[in-house]
């Protein structure tokens, strides 16, 4: 227990007693108690005394720990007085990230952040985090073993940033070379996050080897997968290539790290298998349990559902228990990626399997307020009181994290507790803040009616990000205002949804929104937590900028479809204001500055040169994604200086231009040469060097106010 007493220390800067108790009838339990200035933690493990802590922090002093604020400022002088106060859970798995959480957020952090991190997990009550760092040299050392050369590994493994798809079988021989220095400093690095999750009583899950390989190491059976174009070999379930590379794996991944004898692998994850013949897709699950198995008799598999989903027309139930059949049932366990939105327990009650519930919520890193409150603690409260078949744990899968802080603070709690909505939304506002005003009360309660409301399971989509062309069929056309607009004029509709505004909750919600706003912006001077409160204030006027942004784009579409030149060009005037206005905010905040990214990933560069690499890479990840050819654009797009005014904003000016010349000339617009256009900006934008700074400027809550006035909120 003395991890719990220096995360304490970390966290609050003071220090702590720290006792074991037993869960009794619980999964787990924790209390807390302060008398004499003395705080007395007590945890069936380190995990349950953290959050143990976390809930005193929240309770008795009203400061949180969150990633707005990872640590106390200013620490705590004293611990305030306490009674004895239990909490528990029923649920022993609290499983945390996504692999491509690796990607999204967590690239290229260093052992400070991830200490921060490791704490959130642990003040949280995480037990199975996702533990991917440094299994790049796992696998390269697999594949050197199997007599491919270095170089060729280099190539196949690719990038930094987009190394989790490798793993998961969607990409490969994409970006890179990693920096020389990468796989050893990575090796360490992961090492260090082991030994700390481990010494918190965490159960870290590794990776597994899915049979993916390049093709000089596929034979002529084995399999093919296809994914945004991209197509990697799989070995066969039953061939003797795949047994022993997978047993090298795990020789090689014990030696460097241990294992806590649980393994994500999800071989088909976003790809349809080579075959859909039951006795096929038998052989297959069984030969990855078999190659965890014959290395590690204790081995459980961790497989997530989302392929279930993503592809169910494949996936029909006969077809996942065939691929199931061959594991045993106490050694896997299966998580219901998707809960909050799309619940496969409900539909196919988890094919008769132990399994998680988990939520995904954010997808890409893409900015979005948003997520359905009420619903969260209806569906846990639910699985709390009904204890469905088999259920055996809850947990947060997020794309990317560091966003909807709110979203997260009331999943964790929920895993403790099932305190009604209204009532822990107000003590969330009040302990936020450190304030104890009802003005954060009531911009919380007017967020928790649109951003967080009831059915908010699904983002809505900044129009700001989206790719301004559309793949539409030519001449294709929508009656818009009375007037007819060729289809393939209009921004990409998955990534844009223009039509959104016909959603209430989005257009006609941005007056309750900027008046949270202005109940935070009138709070501020007195706030005892600013760096949560300009976060939060920044998010907002984002949100308000952006979505008011489809105002703008609409009527450039509206006004070409009446041949008005002047009405395009004034809407694109008006548009070109918002877009710099929100770039000028987001710059005040550093991480919401590109610039940011872009350092962090340069920081692993042992040379220029490598340099010049990780940021390509970096910039990639979050503009085209891959390769032109892809779906990908604008995935994981985000509302972050720099990007905005410098890769956003000239696509709409492309677009915005292309479409006055077509209305002056009085003929459809040249969709080709829109096309050649916006890929020669897109390509020079994320092959650039340099030009970014990380430092924030300018005032964060002046600009958010200023904007606000502009707007007339």
């Not at 899950?205 to 596929?218: D, I, N, R």
């Not at 490598?610 to 979050?622: G, N, Q």
């Amino acid at each position: 227990m003395d991890t719990v007493r220096a995360l304490a220390a970390r966290v609050a800067g003071g220090d702590v007693r720290v006792e074991t108790i037993p869960a009794g009838a619980d999964a787990a339990a924790g209390e807390y108690e302060c008398r004499d200035g003395v705080l007395t933690l007590r945890g069936s493990d380190p995990v349950a005394a953290a959050s143990a802590f976390a809930q005193y922090l929240k309770a008795v002093t009203g400061r949180q720990v969150t990633w707005d604020q990872p640590r106390l400022q200013p620490p705590l002088e004293s611990w305030p007085a306490a009674p004895r106060t239990r909490l528990a859970s029923p649920f022993p798995i609290r499983y945390y990230l996504n692999a491509v959480t690796y990607g999204y957020s967590s690239a290229f952090w260093d052992w400070d952040r991830w200490e921060r991190e490791i704490d959130w997990m642990a003040l949280h009550g995480v037990t199975h985090p996702l533990m991917q760092v440094g299994h790049e040299a796992v696998l390269a050392e697999m594949f050197r073993r199997a007599g491919l050369d270095q170089a060729r590994i280099d190539e196949w493994i690719g990038s930094a940033a987009h190394f989790p798809w490798t793993w998961m079988g969607n990409t490969n021989s994409f970006g890179g070379p990693l920096p020389s220095t990468w796989v050893s400093r990575h090796v360490e690095l992961a090492q260090r996050i082991l030994e700390r999750q481990r010494s918190l009583g965490m159960t870290p899950v590794l990776p597994m080897f899915g049979g993916h390989v390049p093709p000089e190491l596929a034979g002529p059976s084995d399999g093919e997968l296809e994914w945004q174009g991209w197509r990697t070999r799989i070995l066969g379930p039953g061939s003797e290539r795949y047994r022993s590379l997978a047993a090298q794996f795990m020789s090689v991944q014990r030696e460097l790290f241990g294992t806590d004898h649980h393994y994500a692998v999800d071989p088909y994850i976003e790809s349809v298998p080579p075959s859909g013949d039951p006795d096929y897709l038998e052989s297959a699950g069984r030969a990855v349990y078999r190659a965890m198995a014959d290395n590690d008799p204790a081995a459980t598999w961790v497989l997530a559902g989302w392929p279930f989903h993503y592809h169910r027309d494949f996936w029909r139930p006969e077809r996942v228990r065939a691929y199931l059949a061959g594991v045993p049932e106490e050694r896997l366990v299966l998580l219901d990626l998707w809960g909050e939105h799309a619940p496969m327990w409900r539909r196919d009650g988890m094919f008769e399997r132990r399994w998680v519930w988990c939520a995904v919520h954010n997808f890409g890193g893409r900015f979005a307020l948003f997520g359905d409150l009420r619903g969260l603690r209806r569906d846990v409260e639910e699985l709390r009181r009904t204890r469905p078949a088999r259920l055996t744990g809850i947990g947060l899968a997020p794309e990317a994290i560091e966003n909807n802080t709110v979203f997260y603070e009331l999943a964790t709690d929920l895993a403790w507790g099932t305190a009604e909505v209204d009532e822990w939304l107000d003590s969330f506002a009040r302990q936020r803040y450190v304030s104890g005003h009802d003005d954060v009360v009531e911009a919380w309660r007017l967020l928790a009616d649109t951003l967080y409301g009831p059915g908010r399971t699904r983002s809505i989509p900044s129009p700001v990000i989206a790719r301004p062309w559309s793949t539409g069929t030519p001449f294709a056309a929508q009656r818009l205002a009375g007037e007819f607009v060729p289809r393939e004029a209009e921004p990409q509709r998955q990534s844009a949804n223009i039509d959104a505004e016909n959603d209430p909750m989005v257009l006609g919600a941005l007056p309750r929104i900027a008046a949270a706003t202005r109940l935070l912006l009138r709070r501020a001077a007195d706030a005892g937590a600013r760096e949560p409160l300009e976060r939060d204030v920044a998010d907002l006027v984002g949100h308000v900028v952006a979505q008011g942004c489809r105002v703008h784009i609409r009527g450039m579409m509206a006004a070409f479809a009446k041949g008005d030149r002047g009405g395009i060009l004034e809407h694109l005037a008006r548009f070109r204001v918002d877009l710099l206005d929100l770039d000028e905010l987001a710059g005040t905040r550093s991480d919401s500055r590109v610039g940011r990214w872009i350092a962090d990933a340069r920081a692993w560069g042992g040379s220029p040169a490598e340099a010049d690499v990780m940021e390509r890479d970096a910039r990639s990840l979050v503009s085209v994604w891959g390769h032109q050819t892809s779906g990908l654009h604008d995935y994981s797009g985000r509302h972050w200086a720099g990007l905005i005014r410098d890769y956003y904003l000239p696509r709409w000016e492309l677009w915005a231009t292309w479409l006055a010349r077509a209305a002056t000339a009085g003929e459809s617009p040249d969709v080709d040469d829109l096309r050649a256009r916006v890929v020669a900006h897109e390509e020079a934008w994320r092959r650039a060097v340099g030009g970014y700074s990380a430092v924030p400027e300018g005032d964060t809550l002046d600009v958010a106010a200023r904007i606000l006035d502009r707007l007339g909120y």
